[in-house]
């Protein structure tokens, strides 16, 4: 007899432990299948703040401080035509609950994930190895396994299948068409060192960005004394490296690279060098016929913004919370997979956009924070934080409206309202616009779509913008917009509308909401007389 569970994950990294977890949680019977014995040795050793959050979910931030890995407040950048340190850190980014993230090794990381998974409930076997995909009438329906210590082959089915292979693609590569991105085609050369200087303070533990002629470095201080250092180089000069030695081109370029010297000067190189292709790629799906592709699976970005764990386990959170929903609702499986799949490259794209922009070489941080102001577009934020937020791993179903208001420099009363704006009572009369016409932008449209309510989600009509910001379109939002006209102000509005002073304090908390996401504005006409 076949054994059968609700869906069985290929691979056990950072995305195979997340959604597995996840679903686990949810009661779900999940299988696991890794074919190596953890801990392994994995390279992706810096953790974005934002991955903070999502380590919370699957409970490990509390064993994660036991754990000691150290934390990362910022990032610190000799980056572009001049040579002056700058250091950004996440305290400052809008979209995050945390300030910190984490440099791990990823081997004792990463089996951390899988035991947690584990604890979970999830059946998870090491040293395990999918060897083949069963299908029923075109679905992917199981797999089948063989151990590594018996040589038995055994044959599982489940509804669901979910690649966490990693680069190995192991369902993508059959079933999808993958694209390479021509433009990030770079090669990794690395190492590790004993007492390198690092800063003091909250900068010890920060990444050290400098660049030289030649490509860019990462300095990833970790336990121990021990800290990475590797260069990242376009194919042209991966090659000259290759001619000239992998070890000596190495050691040759840090010292073409002064500050980045001066923090080896007494340090000792203590591991063999180490060489990976980091080619950027997307699949064209993520997902199919019985089957979801999570992390490098179904898509891996360059490593600059090390957004490697982040991305792997963030879309471990949503597919998690899109096979969830399936298993009690197959009817919807071609809409909430393209919702799946809409989010993920979502932000898949808006960080590629970014490393694009960062590779320019541009003159001054000034122009990339810019730049990441226009990518994020979240309003009223400055470009330093809509660049901080973006390399601290934001994305919009974190409830990030709270640090959001308390880090904008708007009036104190708009600030008093960020509380009322999360428990649906606004506190205080003032509203964000008191005596300005208020209208409805016109680059948010409404659309059928789904929102996310804890690990399922929910047929939901949403407001989305041009560039892809999402709110809710709920019976209280559709009150607000309908009796927009650019004639009234926010007072004169929810005088209108409310009955009494506690629905006014609903609506008042709701029309806060579209007007700090930039869904309802300033009348142009009064806005063109300031």
């Known amino acids: 007899m076949v054994d059968s569970y609700d869906?069985?994950?290929?691979?056990?990294?950072?995305?195979?432990?997340?959604?597995?977890?996840?679903?686990?949680?949810?009661?779900?019977?999940?299988?696991?299948?890794?074919?190596?014995?953890?801990?392994?040795?994995?390279?992706?050793?810096?953790?974005?703040s934002g991955t903070a959050d999502l380590l919370k979910k699957l409970g490990v931030l509390d064993k994660m401080e036991q754990a000691r890995f150290v934390k990362k407040f910022g990032?610190?950048?000799?980056?572009?035509?001049?040579?002056?340190?700058?250091?950004?850190?996440?305290?400052?980014?809008?979209?995050?609950?945390?300030?910190?993230?984490?440099q791990v090794e990823?081997?004792?990381?990463?089996?951390?994930?899988?035991?947690?998974?584990?604890?979970?409930?999830?059946?998870?076997?090491?040293?395990?190895q999918v060897v083949?995909?069963?299908?029923?009438?075109?679905?992917?329906?199981?797999?089948?396994?063989?151990?590594a210590a018996t040589g038995t082959r055994t044959t599982v089915e489940a509804p669901w299948v979910i690649d966490a292979s990693g680069q190995s693609n192991f369902i993508t590569r059959q079933v999808a068409t993958k694209r390479w991105d021509e433009k990030l085609t770079n090669m990794a050369l690395w190492n590790y060192w004993e007492n390198a200087h690092r800063p003091d303070g909250i900068d010890a533990g920060n990444t050290f960005l400098p660049t030289f002629s030649e490509g860019w470095w990462w300095f990833i201080p970790l336990r121990n004394e021990i800290t990475s250092v590797g260069v990242v180089l376009d194919r042209e000069n991966y090659l000259a490296a290759k001619k000239e030695g992998m070890k000596d081109y190495y050691l040759n370029a840090i010292q073409r690279t002064p500050e980045l010297a001066e923090r080896l000067k007494s340090a000792k190189m203590i591991d063999e060098m180490r060489v990976l292709k980091d080619w950027s790629y997307t699949y064209d799906q993520f997902y199919g016929r019985g089957f979801v592709a999570v992390g490098d699976a179904a898509c891996f970005i360059d490593p600059l913004l090390s957004t490697g764990v982040h991305l792997a386990m963030l879309s471990g959170y949503l597919g998690a919370a899109s096979l969830n929903t399936l298993l009690d609702e197959p009817q919807n499986e071609e809409q909430i997979l393209s919702f799946y799949q809409?989010?993920?490259?979502?932000?898949?794209?808006?960080?590629?956009?970014?490393?694009?922009?960062?590779?320019?070489?541009?003159s001054s941080p000034e122009s990339y924070f810019w730049?990441?102001?226009?990518?994020?577009?979240?309003?009223?934020?400055?470009?330093?934080?809509?660049?901080?937020?973006?390399?601290?791993?934001?994305?919009?179903?974190?409830?990030?409206?709270?640090?959001?208001?308390?880090n904008l420099d708007v009036p104190d009363q708009v600030r008093k309202l960020a509380d009322g704006i999360f428990t649906g009572q606004?506190?205080?009369?003032?509203?964000?616009?008191?005596?300005?016409?208020?209208?409805?932008?016109?680059?948010?449209?409404e659309r059928a779509s789904f929102a996310l309510d804890g690990l399922h989600l929910r047929p939901s009509t949403i407001l989305t913008s041009a560039d892809g910001n999402n709110l809710p379109l709920t019976p209280d939002m559709s009150l607000v917009l309908?009796?927009?006209?650019?004639?009234?102000?926010?007072?004169?509005?929810?005088?209108e509308i409310g009955e009494n002073d506690e629905r006014r304090n609903t609506l008042r908390s709701v029309l806060n909401e579209a007007i700090t996401h930039g869904a309802v504005v300033v009348s142009k006409e009064v806005a063109a007389q300031v």
């Open 132 to 147: 083949n995909l069963t299908w029923d009438d075109g679905r992917v329906n199981g797999v089948e396994y063989e151990s």
């Open 342 to 362: 809409e989010q993920y490259s979502r932000e898949f794209n808006r960080l590629k956009d970014q490393i694009y922009f960062l590779y320019g070489g541009h």
């Open 106 to 128: 990823r081997g004792p990381f990463d089996e951390m994930l899988l035991n947690n998974a584990r604890e979970h409930g999830v059946n998870a076997l090491e040293r395990h």
């Open 7 to 48: 869906a069985i994950v290929i691979g056990g990294g950072p995305g195979g432990s997340a959604i597995s977890t996840l679903l686990a949680q949810a009661g779900r019977k999940i299988l696991l299948l890794e074919r190596e014995e953890f801990p392994r040795y994995h390279i992706g050793e810096s953790l974005l």
């Open 426 to 445: 606004a506190s205080g009369s003032q509203m964000v616009s008191t005596d300005a016409p208020l209208e409805r932008n016109p680059r948010w449209q």
């Open 482 to 495: 309908k009796h927009i006209d650019g004639s009234k102000n926010s007072a004169q509005l929810l005088e």
């Open 75 to 102: 990032v610190s950048w000799i980056w572009g035509v001049k040579r002056d340190l700058w250091t950004v850190y996440f305290k400052d980014a809008l979209a995050t609950p945390y300030d910190f993230g984490y």
């Open 371 to 406: 730049h990441a102001r226009k990518t994020m577009d979240m309003p009223g934020a400055s470009p330093k934080q809509a660049f901080v937020s973006l390399i601290a791993g934001a994305y919009e179903h974190r409830s990030w409206y709270r640090r959001f208001i308390m």
